[in-house]
């Protein structure tokens, strides 16, 4: 069966209030459990993380969030050329800072943040941390009318994806892994779309994860199976594909 994939599914769905003030507290606020990824002796993975996914509200909401980000990020939005992109990276930032800032107990603008040396060459631009801090690690996306926080104990990467139009799907099969792309043009083409975007998922989930980022290793990284040290979950979020990418902890690998 095409569509079958290994590793954890789907935990409970339990609502969480994150308490803020403003237009944030409307959002519909879902806090997903990772379950225990199965290993072959059967013991806990250890591979623990919890992602919040919030819906981008429709306008007017979205320009009246709490003021929480620093000059790094207002540079970075600014950047941004469409007002669509803007609203979603002022959404998606301001939803992180309220995230960690709740877990932390601490006020959301009083964050800073940092990058981890990058796995291939050790420079400063690896995947995004907290400062100086012995926080959660934490992970970031945006895809659609979606935007994803993962929080975990030990590294991980979270991703959200549309599903992709059929023109997408062909001019993006090229940079899968051989068997990621055997499954998805074996794929009836009326679930082909969405086979893609759980795939692509996973694989952003991981690589973001890791830190190597989408740059390189998306065509050497097989995200059908569970890479070696990792656990990957899918979300069933209705209209796009997520997942969850989170490290095992070692002694369960
Ligand atoms: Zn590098």
């Known amino acids: 069966m095409v569509t079958t994939m290994t590793g954890p599914t789907m935990g409970t769905v339990?609502?969480?209030?994150?308490?803020?003030?403003?237009?944030?507290?409307?959002?519909?606020?879902?806090?997903?459990?990772?379950?225990?990824?199965?290993?072959?002796?059967?013991?806990?993975?250890?591979?623990?993380?919890?992602?919040?996914?919030?819906?981008?509200?429709?306008?007017?909401?979205?320009?009246?969030?709490?003021?929480?980000?620093?000059?790094?990020?207002?540079?970075?939005?600014?950047?941004?050329?469409?007002?669509?992109?803007?609203?979603?990276?002022?959404?998606?930032?301001?939803?992180?800072?309220?995230?960690?800032?709740?877990?932390?107990?601490?006020?959301?603008?009083?964050?800073?943040?940092?990058?981890?040396?990058?796995?291939?060459?050790?420079?400063?631009?690896?995947?995004?941390?907290?400062?100086?801090?012995?926080?959660?690690?934490?992970?970031?996306?945006?895809?659609?009318?979606?935007v994803a926080v993962a929080l975990g104990d030990l590294p991980v990467g979270v991703d959200v994806e549309p599903n992709p139009s059929a023109a997408v799907v062909r001019r993006v099969a090229d940079h899968l892994h051989p068997r990621e792309r055997e499954m998805v043009l074996s794929a009836p083409e009326g679930v082909r779309a969405e086979v893609f975007a759980r795939l692509w998922s996973r694989k952003e989930a991981y690589l973001k994860g890791t830190g190597i980022g989408l740059g390189r290793g998306t065509d050497t990284t097989d995200a059908t199976a569970d890479p070696p040290g990792w656990a990957i979950a899918d979300l069933a979020i209705a209209g796009h594909a997520a997942a969850l990418a989170s490290e095992r902890r070692r002694g369960n690998r």
């Open 14 to 146: 339990a609502e969480m209030n994150l308490q803020v003030p403003g237009p944030v507290s409307e959002l519909v606020v879902a806090r997903l459990s990772l379950p225990d990824a199965r290993v072959r002796t059967g013991e806990r993975s250890g591979a623990a993380a919890d992602a919040v996914i919030l819906r981008v509200p429709p306008l007017p909401h979205r320009t009246d969030l709490p003021g929480v980000l620093d000059e790094g990020e207002h540079a970075r939005m600014a950047q941004l050329r469409r007002g669509d992109d803007r609203d979603r990276y002022l959404l998606a930032h301001t939803a992180l800072r309220l995230v960690l800032g709740h877990r932390l107990g601490v006020r959301a603008d009083v964050l800073r943040f940092a990058r981890a040396p990058c796995p291939g060459c050790g420079g400063p631009h690896g995947r995004p941390v907290l400062a100086g801090a012995s926080g959660p690690e934490f992970s970031l996306a945006h895809g659609g009318g979606l």
